[in-house]
C-alpha cells in the first residue's frame, strides 16, 4: 500500500509544487492531526539494524536480510520501543527512552514477515535507487505489529487522496491573475471595431 502511495504520488503530482507537502526538507511535526494518542501503536520489540538492499521490494529481499541480521552479534541487537504513527515510525531506546530513528511511512515500499513469524522487515527509500531493510525481533509473532503499520499505511494513503481531491479543488477555481487579464485582452480585441 504504501509503495501504491509513493507511485501514485510520483505519477500524478510530479509537476506540481505543493508547498504543505512532505518533502525531505519538511520538519516533522511531532504528530500529524490525525495522530492522537489512541492511534498510536506501540511495540516492546528488538531492533535487529538495518541493511542495505538491492531491491525495493519483494519478499525474498526482505527474508534474506533477516537472515543476515539474525546471525549477526546480538550484543548489537537494541531493545526498542516501537511507536507507530500515520506519518512516522519511531524507534525509541527501552533502556534510555532516547529516540534511536525515525522512518517516514511514505518512505516504506515493501514489508513482510520472516519465514518465521517472530522476524519483520521492511524497506525505506533512503534516496535515489538507495534502499534499507531494517529487521525486528519479537517474542512472539510479528502480524500485530506488522498490522499496525499496514493500517498506517493505508491511513497515510487516505490522507494523500484527501491532499489530491483538495488540489482539484483548487485548480478549478480560477485564479484573477494573467490568465484573466489575457482573456479580457482577447475579448476586447475581438469587439473592437477594425478601422480602415
Not at 534516496?127 to 525481533?137: E, L
Not at 482577447?186 to 478601422?195: C, H, N, V
Request: proline share 4%; aromatic share 8%.
Amino acid at each position: 500500500i504504501c509503495s501504491q502511495a509513493a507511485l501514485k504520488r510520483k505519477d500524478n503530482m510530479e509537476d506540481c509544487k505543493d508547498v504543505t507537502a512532505d518533502t525531505p526538507d519538511t520538519p516533522i511535526s511531532p504528530l500529524s492531526p490525525a495522530d492522537t494518542e489512541e492511534n498510536v501503536k506501540r511495540f516492546d520489540i528488538l531492533y535487529l539494524g538495518y541493511i542495505r538492499v538491492e531491491k525495493e521490494k519483494g519478499a525474498d529481499v526482505i527474508h534474506s536480510a533477516i537472515d543476515k541480521l539474525a546471525k549477526s552479534y546480538q550484543s548489537n541487537w537494541e531493545a526498542v520501543t516501537m511507536e507507530i504513527h500515520i506519518s512516522t515510525i519511531n524507534l525509541i531506546k527501552t533502556s534510555d527512552r532516547t529516540l534511536l530513528a525515525e522512518h517516514r511511512v511514505r518512505f516504506i515500499s515493501f514489508m513482510a514477515l520472516g519465514t518465521e513469524e517472530q522476524y519483520l522487515g521492511y524497506i525505506v527509500h533512503g534516496g535515489p535507487r538507495i534502499f534499507y531493510c531494517h529487521v525486528y525481533q519479537s517474542d512472539g509473532s510479528c502480524a500485530d505489529i506488522a498490522r499496525a503499520i499496514q493500517t498506517a499505511c493505508n491511513a497515510r494513503y487516505q490522507l494523500l487522496l484527501a491532499k489530491q481531491e483538495e488540489r482539484k479543488k483548487c485548480e478549478k477555481v480560477e485564479s484573477p491573475g494573467i490568465l484573466s487579464f489575457f482573456k479580457k485582452f482577447k475579448k476586447k480585441t475581438q469587439e473592437a471595431p477594425e478601422k480602415s
